[in-house]
Nanobody
Framework: QLQLVESGGGLVQPGGSLRLSCTAS????????IGWFRQAPGKEREWVSC????????YYRESVEGRFTISRDNAKNTVYLQMNSLKPEDTAVYYC????????????????WGQGTQVTVSS
């Protein structure tokens, strides 16, 4: 069974940075396309970023473009989400998920999910 564990969340002031980690167990992460998603209270879950397994291409939702960076460390079997210039509207529970599709796919095709990590941006 594919297992993903997120870590690195916390409380940060506006303009600050956090790095989230998504570590896999039971499978080799680089064979899967990995996505980061977030869900704020009272809102629907939304896609944030994705890294494709086929070639490492990365994609971002418009509101985080230029501030967030997704990357993978195959030796550590981990995918990271570096978040800079954080804003209060980035506050949410962040989840990573995996899909066997080699390209970034619609959310419904991600079938293995972590438990989430809370990110709170507040002064």
């Amino acid at each position: 069974q594919l297992q993903l564990v997120e870590s690195g969340g916390g409380l940060v002031q506006p303009g600050g940075s956090l790095r989230l980690s998504c570590t896999a167990s039971g499978f080799t992460l680089d064979k899967y396309t990995i996505g980061w998603f977030r869900q704020a209270p009272g809102k629907e879950r939304e896609w944030v970023s994705c890294i494709a397994s086929i070639d490492g291409s990365t994609y971002y939702r418009e509101s985080v473009e230029g501030r967030f960076t997704i990357s993978r460390d195959n030796a550590k079997n981990t995918v990271y989400l570096q978040m800079n210039s954080l804003k209060p509207e980035d506050t949410a529970v962040y989840y990573c998920a995996a899909t066997g599709f080699t390209l970034c796919a619609p959310t419904r095709l991600f079938d293995s999910w972590g438990q989430g990590t809370q990110v709170t941006v507040s002064s």
